[in-house]
């Protein structure tokens, strides 16, 4: 089942206590106190997978705690660190502080990870607190706790080419037809719900990953339909693949049809407006569909491919289009190439827990 938010809580391992206790040997009269640290607790860590494409594992629990950390023991023993606690998440994923509002990270890519909460430092034992005018010392420290987060999951789909319009466009036969997607295909509007993700091999070029977005309709940018959902995710796109349909039987015609779902993208994103397009009209099998061509390359004063799912013509033109487009766009925030791996200290010990659907 597919999912692009959760609101999850997470803590962090508590440390564990110091410990009191004093050597006990034979001919030692005085030996004096040997009580050991207690461990430091676990981290709690997001990390991106590419083998992860939904939220809907992360949700599945309302909170999440690392291991804490082992007590001290006599000889100086330091007590065990606590394992870190590993949620995978899909490449794509903003993680944001829930209370305070603020991005904490952008897991763009597969393998990028973030602590969300740090594990509790382990307390003293009584070893630590002998000096030359307090030879008995009778006190330890106990573990801290680990710190605590509520954190608000968005994932944004990332993909070289998203398919937007508005809906029965043919967004989701195209898809079906150039990959082995199977979204829903239906004759009654808004039948693709959720992102759907197909890849296609191109030969000579890298794999060209192609999202199916639900469709627009005018108002989107206030939220209207699925409104500000498929704008998000558009936003994580390189190239934006626009799908008219030619001879629609209700609706607006290919060129009003273009101009809603532009000035939705728009008002919600100058920026996402600037991405590249390809203009593609669909349901070309129908006759009287040059007449609708031409009337939208005036209106948009671009190329338009046109394309027919069912007979399978012009569909190599498009993504050839579409892969040339995506190599010349890195400047956005939809690249697959995210930023690097958080730092941090060495991971030690971890708990991998899979939070997410099988791509």
Not at 272 to 285: G, N, Y
Request: positive net charge.
């Amino acid at each position: 089942m597919f999912r692009d938010e959760a609101r999850i809580a997470v803590r962090g391992g508590k440390g564990g206590d110091g410990k009191i206790s004093f050597r006990r040997e034979k001919y030692v009269p005085r030996g004096g106190p040997d009580g050991g640290d207690g461990g430091r607790g676990g981290d709690v860590i997001l990390r991106a997978s590419a083998e992860v494409n939904t939220l809907y594992g992360a949700a599945q629990r309302p909170s999440y705690r690392a291991d804490p950390g082992g007590d001290g023991g006599p000889v100086d023993r330091h007590g065990a660190d606590g394992e870190d606690l590993v949620i995978t998440v899909p490449p794509g994923t903003l993680v944001r502080d829930a209370v305070r509002g603020i991005l904490l990270k952008d897991l763009g890519a597969d393998g990028d990870e973030v602590r969300v909460a740090k594990g509790g430092k382990g307390g003293r034992g009584n070893h630590a607190f002998a000096s030359a005018t307090r030879q008995v010392p009778r006190v330890r420290e106990p573990g801290r706790p680990g710190e605590e987060r509520d954190l608000l999951l968005e994932l944004r789909v990332v993909a070289d080419a998203g398919l937007v319009g508005l809906p029965n466009a043919g967004k989701s036969t195209f898809l079906a037809r150039v990959s082995s997607a199977r979204p829903r295909i239906a004759a009654y509007p808004f039948t693709t719900l959720d992102p759907v993700l197909g890849v296609v091999a191109m030969p000579g070029w890298r794999r060209l990953v192609i999202a199916d977005l639900p469709g627009l309709v005018e108002g989107a940018h206030e939220g209207v339909g699925l409104g500000h959902r498929f704008l998000r995710h558009a936003g994580r796109t390189r190239v934006l693949l626009h799908l008219v349909a030619a001879r629609p039987a209700s609706g607006p015609a290919p060129a009003e049809a273009w101009r809603i779902v532009r000035e939705e993208i728009a008002r919600y994103d100058p920026e996402l407006a600037l991405r590249p397009e390809i203009l593609v009209l669909t349901k070309c099998d129908l006759p009287g569909w040059e007449e609708d061509r031409g009337e939208l390359e005036r209106a948009s004063g671009r190329p338009v491919y046109p394309v027919s799912a069912v007979v399978g013509r012009g569909l190599k033109e498009v993504l050839v289009a579409a892969a040339r487009a995506g190599e010349g766009s890195g400047e956005g925030d939809g690249g697959a190439a995210g930023p690097g791996r958080a730092r941090g200290r060495s991971p030690g010990k971890r708990t991998e827990v899979d939070r997410g659907g099988r791509a």
